[in-house]
């Protein structure tokens, strides 16, 4: 038996019952320490990485030391800077990376292509954007579909941001400017320049502008026009605003150059160096990228008596659509109401107004412009002596403004009552000078509706509309002055904070804001703004749409002021909208309003068509060959675009076979009101036109169009019968006598099929793919003999350091197939869609016409389509029409017919 350890089982050792720990630590101290030592130091030829368990381990940790943990930190930077590699700067704070000079440099960098409207960072956030018309415009809205903007149009309010539209100013004699302007309209079209509606400036007019002397043809597109209220005396130089679409801008001006003789004179020094000093200097580059703080570009004829100024991007427009526009506006606009103390003038009763309608309170003109600046200088010189207080200096040196500023505050609280704009005079104009709308802004979004207990009493105002239209805004240095003593919004947010005039006030000091004394307080001066209102009259047709439909206000002021009236008209309720908004009211409303511009008779007209024709050929050949329509077979000649010139030529080269290849939109509207009553009334019972039958209604259609030119188009409107909604590019078709049968016997019968037609194109696009299938194997040595040289040149540059992005963006544009690709897919297209050579006659039923815009219509609740049908086709179609005026219409993606009704519009 061995001997034991232990004295109790028999060894020699006694052994104590218990141990001292802090005894036991001290004898070991000296292990403990070389044990710690061993731990930290690295092992020979072992990284501190490597003494994290493989679970803590990360790629990134290697180049990155502030992943490790802290008590490696220092040994592991340490190690890296021995292997060579560099420390690792520490990254800027996101609050130094996004500091007001870079994002100011970033601002007006990405502008230099498309310009940004004053509300472009609003929409960015909420909205999807597009490139148009050198603008980045807002399309629509990310969080809503159409059906919510219809009901904010035709019941609430739709708010859109039109600044895109440019703006003209043209100076001159007035008996001079009629004459000039009278080349480019024609009176059958509509009311023109030199009309008495519009002349005194009391309402805005519209009209179609065309080529010097070449109506009907040589249209150039819709344009709105807005004269100065002035004296109304024929030898005084006046004032007028011509509003185009951006489309047609350059356009309208080199006709306005050429029509007048204009040389240009460029006016290249900047205004902004005696800006406010509340005008922050961020606010300043903004606007210097718009060249707002720029005197305009002037083109002057010789005998100096004509002036053409440049305003685009200098006005800012919004447009307010839907009954509770009116209401908004009420609420959101503020008119100053000075006090007596700063003995301004003196406060003058409204029913006084004798003296707007004398002449000899207006000061007489004189004969050239030159003489007619020099009287201005001084004016201008005054106001920008007080540039903060434009209001004071402006008004106490004009007595007629005086006075017209009272009557315009009497006017605006006179109509606070109203329920819409659309029950006053149409395309009326309404001056006002009013507060900063942030005065007043509510704490949270509210919804403004009209005020019940208010009277609306605008009876006595009416015989005022010419003094209502007069405004500050005309003048350039109050523009100018109202831009630059706006106050900046982080001054705003000061005094804001501080509860200077700031949303939840009390309503005794909201009361004391409106009869506010425009002095300093607490270093807080209130900016006053001049501003213009255009009432929209919205649907005049009864018959079609309810009265009223799609009206609303037009707000015009000067450029810097965008942000603060968006947002305060935002708050009461407005809906915002954009492009497809702006596309499909005017859509819903059924008719051809001002905002349409793309006529297909026009260059912008045919560009925008040509544009569309693009994208939707190429969103068809983005699909697999088994996805995409096969058009050959639908028998649709041209499914991507109206080929009206082919269109004509089929239903005329049986008449005129000498006919000119251009064409136009008939427009007269003494015609296109005959039309209406031929159309609309011949098939009800009773009801002819003249009192005379169909025949004599007929021979006098026939009589009427007889001397024009047959190589003209028709607008129309066709609203679906049963079912079936019109899509764009859609075809009108003439119904055959089987088809009338058939729907009379079968209510439920809803059209014809077209039969399907043979792919004759089908064997060459076979023999086409296989030979391009054997080439490309052909080739394909070249294509791996280029890849390789160029991997090898990239491999050379990133030995040397230098950047390979050149050689990337080289093999994206160009390889060896490239071109024998793009050649193959062209032949592709030809024979998915040949050119077309006829469209009359491309399918079972006789093409008529097209439809240029088809949908769905919220407010008739069934399809309806605008298109146009040449003149002989329409005579054919009336000689054949019996009951009522039906047609068939097929989409192009489809080969079903539908009946529609069709109307003139």
Not at 64 to 80: D, G, I, N, Y
Not at 82 to 111: A, D, H, I, M
Not at 588 to 614: C, H, I, M, Q, Y
Not at 823 to 832: D, G
């Given at each position: 038996?061995?001997?034991?350890?232990?004295?109790?089982?028999?060894?020699?050792?006694?052994?104590?019952?218990?141990?001292?720990?802090?005894?036991?630590?001290?004898?070991?101290?000296?292990?403990?320490?070389?044990?710690?030592?061993?731990?930290?130091?690295?092992?020979?030829?072992?990284?501190?990485?490597?003494?994290?368990?493989?679970?803590?381990?990360?790629?990134?940790?290697?180049?990155?030391?502030?992943?490790?943990?802290?008590?490696?930190?220092?040994?592991?930077?340490?190690?890296?800077?021995?292997?060579?590699?560099?420390?690792?700067?520490?990254?800027?704070?996101?609050?130094?990376?996004?500091?007001?000079?870079?994002?100011?440099?970033?601002?007006?960098?990405?502008?230099?292509?498309?310009?940004?409207?004053?509300?472009?960072?609003?929409?960015?956030?909420?909205?999807?954007?597009?490139?148009?018309?050198?603008?980045?415009?807002?399309?629509?809205?990310?969080?809503?579909?159409?059906?919510?903007?219809?009901?904010?149009?035709?019941?609430?309010c739709l708010l859109q941001d039109i600044?895109?539209?440019?703006?003209?100013?043209?100076?001159?004699?007035?008996?001079?400017?009629?004459?000039?302007?009278?080349?480019?309209?024609?009176?059958?079209?509509?009311?023109?320049?030199?009309?008495?509606?519009?002349?005194?400036?009391?309402?805005?007019?519209?009209t179609t502008f065309y080529y010097k002397?070449?109506?009907?043809?040589?249209?150039?597109?819709?344009?709105?026009?807005?004269?100065?209220?002035?004296?109304?005396?024929?030898?005084?130089?006046?004032?007028?605003?011509?509003?185009?679409?951006?489309?047609?801008?350059?356009?309208?001006?080199?006709?306005?150059?050429?029509?007048?003789?204009?040389?240009?004179?460029?006016?290249?020094?900047?205004?902004?160096?005696?800006?406010?000093?509340?005008?922050?200097?961020?606010?300043?580059?903004?606007?210097?990228?718009?060249?707002?703080?720029?005197?305009?570009?002037?083109?002057?004829?010789?005998?100096?008596?004509?002036?053409?100024?440049?305003?685009?991007?200098?006005?800012?427009?919004?447009?307010?659509?839907?009954?509770?526009?009116?209401?908004?506006?009420?609420?959101?606009?503020?008119?100053?109401?000075?006090?007596?103390?700063?003995?301004?003038?003196?406060?003058?009763?409204?029913?006084?107004?004798?003296?707007?309608?004398?002449?000899?309170?207006?000061?007489?003109?004189?004969?050239?412009?030159?003489?007619?600046?020099?009287?201005?200088?001084?004016?201008?010189?005054?106001?920008?002596?007080?540039?903060?207080?434009?209001?004071?200096?402006?008004?106490?040196?004009?007595?007629?403004?005086?006075?017209?500023?009272?009557?315009?505050?009497?006017?605006?609280?006179?109509?606070?009552?109203?329920?819409?704009?659309?029950?006053?005079?149409?395309?009326?104009?309404?001056?006002?000078?009013?507060?900063?709308?942030?005065?007043?802004?509510?704490?949270?979004?509210?919804?403004?509706?009209?005020?019940?207990?208010?009277?609306?009493?605008?009876?006595?105002?009416?015989?005022?509309?010419?003094?209502?239209?007069?405004?500050?805004?005309?003048?350039?240095?109050?523009?100018?002055?109202?831009?630059?003593?706006?106050?900046?919004?982080?001054?705003?947010?000061?005094?804001?904070?501080?509860?200077?005039?700031?949303?939840?006030?009390?309503?005794?000091?909201?009361?004391?804001?409106?009869?506010?004394?425009?002095?300093?307080?607490?270093?807080?001066?209130?900016?006053?703004?001049?501003?213009?209102?255009?009432?929209?009259?919205?649907?005049?047709?009864?018959?079609q749409k309810r009265l009223g439909f799609?009206?609303?206000?037009?707000?015009?002021?000067?450029?810097?002021?965008?942000?603060?009236?968006?947002?305060?008209?935002?708050?009461?309720?407005?809906?915002?909208?954009?492009?497809?908004?702006?596309?499909?009211?005017?859509?819903?409303?059924?008719?051809?309003?001002?905002?349409?511009?793309?006529?297909?008779?026009?260059?912008?007209?045919?560009?925008?068509?040509?544009?569309?024709?693009?994208?939707?050929?190429?969103?068809?050949?983005?699909?697999?060959?088994?996805?995409?329509?096969?058009?050959?077979?639908?028998?649709?000649?041209?499914?991507?675009?109206?080929?009206?010139?082919?269109?004509?030529?089929?239903?005329?080269?049986?008449?005129?076979?000498?006919?000119?290849?251009?064409?136009?939109?008939?427009?007269?509207?003494?015609?296109?009101?005959?039309?209406?009553?031929?159309?609309?009334?011949?098939?009800?019972?009773?009801?002819?036109?003249?009192?005379?039958?169909?025949?004599?209604?007929?021979?006098?259609?026939?009589?009427?169009?007889?001397?024009?030119?047959?190589?003209?188009?028709?607008?129309?409107?066709?609203?679906?019968?049963?079912?079936?909604?019109?899509?764009?590019?859609?075809?009108?078709?003439?119904?055959?006598?089987?088809?009338?049968?058939?729907?009379?016997?079968?209510?439920?019968?809803?059209?014809?099929?077209?039969?399907?037609?043979?792919?004759?194109?089908?064997?060459?696009?076979?023999?086409?793919?296989?030979?391009?299938?054997?080439?490309?194997?052909?080739?394909?040595?070249?294509?791996?003999?280029?890849?390789?040289?160029?991997?090898?040149?990239?491999?050379?540059?990133?030995?040397?350091?230098?950047?390979?992005?050149?050689?990337?963006?080289?093999?994206?544009?160009?390889?060896?197939?490239?071109?024998?690709?793009?050649?193959?897919?062209?032949?592709?297209?030809?024979?998915?869609?040949?050119?077309?050579?006829?469209?009359?006659?491309?399918?079972?039923?006789?093409?008529?016409?097209?439809?240029?815009?088809?949908?769905?219509?919220?407010?008739?609740?069934?399809?309806?389509?605008?298109?146009?049908?040449?003149?002989?086709?329409?005579?054919?179609?009336?000689?054949?029409?019996?009951?009522?005026?039906?047609?068939?219409?097929?989409?192009?993606?489809?080969?079903?017919?539908?009946?529609?009704?069709?109307?003139?519009?």
């Open positions: 038996m061995a001997n034991q350890f232990d004295a109790a089982l028999g060894g020699s050792i006694q052994i104590p019952g218990h141990i001292s720990t802090a005894v036991f630590a001290q004898a070991r101290c000296q292990e403990i320490e070389a044990l710690n030592n061993a731990l930290e130091q690295a092992q020979k030829g072992g990284l501190i990485f490597q003494r994290l368990p493989k679970a803590m381990r990360r790629r990134v940790m290697s180049h990155h030391s502030k992943r490790m943990p802290r008590r490696l930190r220092e040994a592991h930077t340490k190690q890296l800077e021995k292997n060579g590699v560099p420390p690792k700067t520490k990254c800027p704070s996101r609050k130094y990376r996004r500091r007001p000079q870079n994002l100011l440099l970033e601002y007006n960098r990405r502008q230099r292509n498309f310009i940004w409207l004053e509300t472009h960072i609003w929409h960015a956030k909420r909205f999807h954007m597009t490139e148009k018309w050198g603008y980045k415009l807002a399309r629509f809205p990310n969080a809503k579909t159409f059906r919510a903007c219809y009901r904010a149009s035709a019941n609430h600044s895109y539209y440019c703006c003209m100013e043209i100076k001159g004699p007035e008996i001079e400017l009629i004459e000039g302007l009278k080349k480019h309209v024609s009176s059958a079209v509509g009311l023109t320049f030199g009309a008495q509606a519009f002349i005194s400036g009391c309402k805005e007019g519209h002397d070449k109506f009907p043809f040589g249209a150039v597109g819709a344009v709105q026009f807005l004269w100065k209220a002035e004296n109304g005396s024929s030898t005084e130089q006046r004032i007028l605003w011509l509003w185009t679409h951006p489309s047609i801008y350059n356009e309208v001006k080199n006709c306005l150059i050429e029509t007048f003789a204009l040389g240009e004179e460029m006016l290249p020094e900047k205004l902004s160096e005696d800006v406010g000093s509340q005008f922050s200097m961020v606010e300043i580059k903004k606007l210097e990228a718009h060249c707002v703080l720029e005197a305009y570009p002037k083109y002057i004829s010789s005998d100096n008596r004509i002036c053409l100024i440049l305003l685009k991007d200098k006005l800012n427009r919004f447009r307010l659509t839907g009954p509770l526009s009116h209401s908004i506006l009420v609420d959101t606009l503020n008119v100053t109401s000075f006090a007596e103390k700063d003995k301004l003038f003196d406060i003058f009763e409204t029913e006084d107004v004798e003296f707007l309608n004398s002449d000899s309170d207006f000061e007489s003109p004189e004969d050239t412009i030159a003489q007619r600046e020099d009287a201005d200088v001084n004016d201008n010189k005054r106001i920008s002596s007080d540039s903060e207080m434009w209001w004071k200096t402006y008004y106490r040196s004009n007595e007629v403004a005086q006075k017209a500023h009272f009557l315009q505050a009497d006017f605006w609280r006179a109509i606070r009552g109203s329920y819409s704009a659309s029950q006053f005079p149409p395309h009326q104009v309404v001056a006002l000078t009013v507060l900063d709308p942030r005065y007043q802004l509510p704490s949270k979004r509210v919804k403004i509706v009209p005020d019940s207990k208010v009277p609306f009493q605008p009876e006595r105002h009416t015989s005022l509309f010419k003094s209502i239209s007069i405004s500050p805004i005309w003048s350039s240095e109050v523009r100018m002055a109202t831009c630059t003593s706006k106050l900046s919004q982080s001054e705003w947010e000061k005094h804001r904070a501080q509860k200077v005039l700031v949303p939840g006030i009390s309503e005794g000091e909201i009361n004391c804001a409106k009869t506010l004394n425009l002095e300093k307080s607490n270093g807080f001066e209130p900016s006053c703004i001049p501003i213009l209102l255009v009432q929209r009259p919205g649907s005049q047709d009864s018959q799609s009206s609303g206000w037009d707000i015009i002021f000067p450029a810097g002021w965008a942000m603060p009236f968006w947002i305060a008209l935002i708050f009461r309720g407005a809906k915002p909208g954009g492009l497809k908004e702006a596309s499909m009211v005017q859509f819903e409303t059924g008719s051809v309003t001002l905002t349409e511009p793309f006529a297909p008779d026009t260059a912008a007209g045919k560009t925008e068509a040509e544009a569309n024709r693009r994208e939707r050929e190429q969103q068809h050949f983005r699909l697999p060959p088994n996805k995409r329509p096969n058009f050959i077979k639908f028998g649709i000649a041209s499914p991507f675009s109206c080929c009206w010139d082919i269109l004509l030529n089929d239903w005329c080269q049986n008449k005129h076979k000498d006919i000119d290849a251009s064409f136009y939109v008939l427009r007269e509207k003494v015609k296109l009101d005959a039309l209406k009553c031929i159309i609309n009334n011949s098939f009800k019972s009773g009801s002819n036109v003249n009192g005379g039958t169909r025949a004599d209604q007929i021979s006098h259609f026939s009589s009427l169009f007889s001397n024009m030119n047959h190589n003209c188009l028709i607008p129309v409107r066709i609203e679906s019968v049963k079912r079936g909604c019109p899509a764009d590019c859609a075809l009108i078709c003439i119904p055959s006598s089987d088809d009338i049968l058939h729907s009379k016997e079968n209510s439920a019968w809803e059209g014809p099929v077209e039969p399907i037609h043979n792919d004759n194109k089908s064997d060459q696009r076979k023999t086409l793919r296989n030979q391009h299938k054997k080439e490309l194997r052909r080739l394909r040595k070249q294509r791996v003999l280029s890849n390789n040289k160029l991997k090898k040149q990239m491999d050379m540059l990133l030995e040397k350091g230098e950047s390979i992005s050149h050689l990337i963006s080289l093999k994206k544009e160009k390889t060896p197939t490239k071109d024998f690709v793009d050649k193959h897919a062209e032949e592709m297209k030809l024979l998915w869609i040949p050119e077309p050579k006829t469209i009359k006659d491309s399918c079972s039923r006789t093409v008529v016409g097209f439809v240029c815009k088809g949908d769905f219509s919220f407010s008739e609740a069934h399809g309806v389509g605008l298109g146009y049908v040449p003149l002989p086709a329409l005579v054919h179609l009336i000689n054949t029409w019996t009951e009522k005026p039906l047609v068939l219409f097929r989409n192009p993606n489809s080969l079903q017919y539908y009946y529609a009704v069709l109307k003139i519009f």
